[in-house]
């Protein structure tokens, strides 16, 4: 097990937000996200995060309805609650597309349907069922996830509702969590918002985050970082032809290709030079990882911890 060092020191999420660790754990891979993971093997992954030194864990009631909540809950179970910070999400959960569905298995996005609900009260019945997936009695970051196509309610009821939790000191700091960085923007300048989380789009193939990232680092609003391997194809374009979600274009695995092989030059994996790229940004807070076992975690950690020149960095960022 490699084991992060200096830089495992918390730094603040915001102006107001919690400390939390440079590496957080993202946990809807332990949610059976695409496939499915057992009790066990979910525990050994939080358990793996903890012994590496990661402190902050986010997960989500989408992820596997539930499953991840509870599983992240059981293995936070009896650690010093003051020694970790906690995320959740509100707003968004999938239901099963028919009465026989299971829930238990998220492996098919694709057999189940999408459900919002951004007014007041269906922000409550789903912050307090998190508390209680979660056996808590507080979030430290609750965050609004993926209002896309909701941007009205969000303003008018989802945040109004998660600030005052803040102001009852029922939630530490509140965000919003999306897979786009406009309505983030928007958001960072009307809302008075702690932090945000940025997913697959600041990284060595998607630099379309990059003005968020300077937006919030002037208002001292705090930037998590997701999806820094764009769904796999920055660790291998080879054995990981994915990226956002889905099959790689021919492009994209081409630019891929090339980055690894500059990477390959110097000796450096390419999944090291994705997380560190968007790591070393100075808006940036935290990087979140997902991993499903403990392997993956340590695979993860040790690509932290591997030196690498900021002159490589700066040769990858030309590549397009």
Known sequence: MTKIDDWSSPRPLGRRGPAVTALGLGCAPI????SGVSDEDARATVD???DAGIRYFDT???YGHGVSE???GRALRGRPRGEYVLSTKVGRVLRPAGPARTATIFTDVGDLEPEFDFSHDGIMRSFEASLTRLGTDRIDVALVHDPD???ADALRTAFPTLLRLRDESVVGAVGCGMNQSAMLERFVERVDLDCVLLAGRYSLLDRSGAD???RCAARGVGVIIGGVFNTGVLIDPDAHPTYDYAAATGAVLERARRLRDA???RGIPLGAAALQFAMRHPAVTTVLVGARSAAE???DVGFRARPLDDDLLAELARIQ
């Open 60 to 62: 989500a009631p989408l």
């Open 149 to 151: 196509a909701h941007e």
């Open 48 to 50: 793996a995060a903890w």
């Open 263 to 265: 990477c390959r030059a």
């Open 212 to 214: 968020l990232l300077t």
């Open 70 to 72: 509870r599983r992240v």
């Open 297 to 299: 975690v340590d695979l």
């Open 31 to 34: 949610g059976n996200l695409f």
